[in-house]
């Protein structure tokens, strides 16, 4: 094994299993290590500043440095470092963020379940729905309809719902009872001279023949991001979500917002659901709840969906599910400041006003040969590139084109995230400024030039 010059580096190399990693490379490469960060800029341990254009993973969205949120973690860890909420405790962190989230809520909702990442939050959903249908009386419908290039995270029930082939290939996944419709991406998906609103009436009507097929009776539950995110920065084409919500509604299907990456601001309303206007029965949110400072994540079902439960609690004894760590106050606590920072700094109306700068800066390389599309809304944002701009023919994946220009971004000092089919991913922080966008943007630039540069030699 080589060694690094660098101890971190070094004890890094030797013992950790790094999660989404060539880890045979990691070997030869050793990984960033990173030591501080300020507002949107990150530095490594050598002093290099970079332009965290991704937000950590679209979750630092107050930025780095927040005293307010590093004051809320001490003041409750002093106060009371940690209490649970299993059989009727309760304290006030996570009272008051559950009120607030409800308060704040995109459509109706009457309860917050508590858990530590956006993974627990969509698999208790699932198991939510099964335990809803079976306090029905409904033993048979069981099946939830995800879509292909999906994210719903990890465990095992959200990545079986998760669209993403590398997430189920010899993981032994998805589990039944979890279907996938399909990728409502109309640069790809469309049809010659279909227009965006017919594209969507078709992906609305296949979902429609699918719960169909399946028997309605089965057919439990549909999960959707309203922007699909690690997919590729998938907007949804227009109409889409109002169809979908047709089809659910006739065959009495629960619909899951995942507002993991929507949820709070990044799509320049508070949640994704307002902007397309989804009225889901349960809604999966964390990454910035907390602004990422602690693992922190929530679901938040209706008043149907909860009656429901509450009633089979009491049948079978006791509502069996929760982790030690749902609601841990400390979390909460930074939980009810950061939703109290985004109201005082107005952070909905702040992307409002950025987010043309970095949309329509982006949107200057669309006549780029290797740029087939860039899409976004807020300050979410992908540039997919291509091999050949008049097919969208995509490059082979072994020649790893969108890590090649982000590993050249990260020299220029920029941080993105490659996604699978060579999709260059934008997610900055919400406190961005209109002057750090536009660095960020250059960056990207120059990476973009170096990327064609690099494919003309090779
Ligand atoms: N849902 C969505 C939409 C996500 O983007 C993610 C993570 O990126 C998750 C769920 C899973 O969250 P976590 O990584 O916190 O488990």
């Known amino acids: 094994m080589k060694s690094f010059d660098n101890t971190t580096a070094s004890r890094d190399v030797a013992h950790i299993l790094h999660p989404y990693t060539n880890l045979k490379k990691h070997e030869e490469t050793g990984p960033l290590v990173l030591t501080e960060g300020k507002g949107v800029w990150l530095y490594d341990d050598k002093g290099k500043a970079y332009l965290d254009g991704m937000a950590g993973l679209w979750c630092v969205a107050l930025g780095y440095g927040e005293e307010r949120l590093v004051a809320a973690a001490a003041a409750q860890m002093r106060r009371l470092a940690f209490s649970h909420l299993f059989v009727s405790k309760s304290h006030e962190p996570a009272a008051h963020l559950a009120e607030k989230l409800i308060a704040i809520a995109p459509a109706p909702m009457s309860k917050v379940f508590f858990a530590n990442s956006g993974s627990e939050a969509t698999d208790t959903a699932l198991k939510l729905v099964w335990f809803y249908n079976n306090a029905l009386g409904r033993p048979k419908k069981k099946k939830i309809i995800s879509r292909h290039k999906a994210y719903h995270g990890v465990t095992i029930a959200a990545a079986s719902m998760t669209g993403l082939p590398l997430n189920h290939r010899d993981f032994d996944l998805p589990i039944d009872k979890v279907l996938h419709a399909d990728c409502p991406h109309f640069y790809h998906f469309g049809e010659a001279g279909e227009s965006e609103e017919e594209f969507a009436a078709r992906m609305a009507d296949n979902l429609d023949k699918l719960i169909l097929s399946e028997g309605p009776q089965t057919v439990a539950a549909f999960i959707a991001e309203p922007v699909m995110g690690a997919g590729g920065v998938i907007v949804p084409p227009r109409t889409y979500f109002d169809r979908v919500q047709r089809v659910l509604k006739k065959h009495d299907v629960l619909l899951i917002a995942d507002e993991v990456i929507c949820g709070f601001g990044r799509t320049g309303n508070m949640f994704g659901c307002q902007t397309f206007g989804i009225e889901p029965d ?62 005082e700094r107005d952070i909905v109306g702040h992307v409002r006003d950025v987010a043309p700068r970095l949309q329509e800066g ?43 220009l982000v590993g050249r971004a990260q020299q220029h000092g920029a941080m993105l995230r490659p996604l699978p089919g060579d999709t260059v991913a934008f997610s900055p922080p919400l406190v961005i400024s209109t002057e750090e966008i536009d660095l960020l943007v250059e960056r990207f630039g120059r990476a973009l030039d170096d990327t064609a540069a690099w494919l003309a030699g090779s």
């Open 362 to 404: 982006l949107r200057r390389f669309a006549g780029h040969p290797m740029v087939g599309e860039v899409r976004g809304v807020g300050l979410v944002a992908g540039v997919e590139l291509v091999k050949d701009k008049a097919t969208r023919a995509k490059f082979d994946a072994a020649q790893q084109v969108g890590p090649y």
């Open 282 to 343: 349960m809604i999966c949110v964390a990454k910035a709840l907390s602004s990422a400072y602690l693992p922190i994540s929530a679901l938040l079902i209706n008043k149907k969906i909860f009656e429901a439960v509450r009633e089979h609690s009491d049948r079978v004894g006791t509502f069996a599910h929760g982790f030690t760590y749902s609601g841990h106050p400390v979390s909460a606590a930074v939980a009810v400041e950061t939703l109290a920072i985004y109201k």
